[in-house]
């Protein structure tokens, strides 16, 4: 039977080696068998460029080549932790990178892909500084500076956001419900998949064409989330034990 994996929010950092471990278990069971993975953002916890070779980051890549050699194929969506990935990350995979939105052909069923912090749109302190972190000129002068002065810079970010994020209310920490019809028929799908917000589930959306689908990713902790989309069942979210 023919499927497709969808993962997002994994955070991966040197400081919880239990999640690498979980990805190198995902990547090693279904090398091979899987027509493909999707990477939704977030995959890092956070990546300051693609010259931060680390013996840690080494060890994801590698995990990925692995995987993309067996003949799965392979894609990443930038999130807000790892919005600097670039194209020579994805090359070293044997990934692609995709732009937020994308569409994609899931067994006859149309289906749009998002990291999904866009569609958080009441959070306009966080949409200001995602506009300007995506900008190219941004991230240019980001990449110039020493990887020890980005490490810096990084972590501080970090706790400016868990600082800010401490006093928001709930409803602006998730999507906001409008955005996400807006975003799903401007795009002619019926289902879309997401990450970001942490809140896995799968929620009814009401579209001019009819009842629609959102399908929410969870982030790895003591669980980690998958989506499977397969030729015969549809789409199902699924979580599994994570081992310390």
Not at 165 to 184: C, G, Q, S, Y
Not at 204 to 223: Q, S
């Amino acid at each position: 039977m023919a499927y497709s994996l969808f993962i997002s929010d994994l955070h991966l950092d040197p400081e919880r080696p239990e999640h690498l471990d979980a990805l190198k278990a995902l990547l090693e069971k279904h090398a091979g068998q899987t027509d493909a993975l999707y990477v939704l953002g977030d995959l890092f916890e956070a990546w300051i460029g693609d010259d931060d070779d680390t013996p840690f980051n080494r060890a994801a890549i590698e995990a990925f080549r692995q995987f993309a050699d067996s003949g799965s194929k392979l894609f990443f969506m930038h999130g807000n932790r790892d919005f600097l990935l670039g194209e020579e990350f994805a090359l070293a995979c044997g990934g692609t990178l995709l732009d937020e939105g994308t569409v994609v052909d899931l067994y006859g069923t149309p289906v749009q892909l998002m990291h999904g912090d866009s569609l958080c749109t009441l959070d306009t302190e966080y949409q200001q500084f995602r506009a300007m972190a995506r900008s190219p000129q941004w991230q240019q002068g980001m990449l110039s500076q020493p990887l020890e002065q980005r490490r810096m810079i990084a972590q501080g970010m970090r706790m400016q956001s868990q600082g800010n994020n401490a006093n928001k209310a709930e409803n602006i920490m998730d999507v906001t419900p409008e955005e996400v019809v807006k975003t799903m028929e401007a795009a002619g799908v019926q289902h879309l998949i997401h990450g970001h917000t942490h809140r896995p589930d799968v929620h009814d959306i009401p579209l001019a064409t009819g009842t629609g689908k959102r399908w929410v990713l969870g982030d790895w902790g003591k669980l980690g989330w998958q989506i499977v989309a397969d030729s015969e069942l549809g789409l199902r979210l699924e979580s599994f034990a994570i081992s310390e």
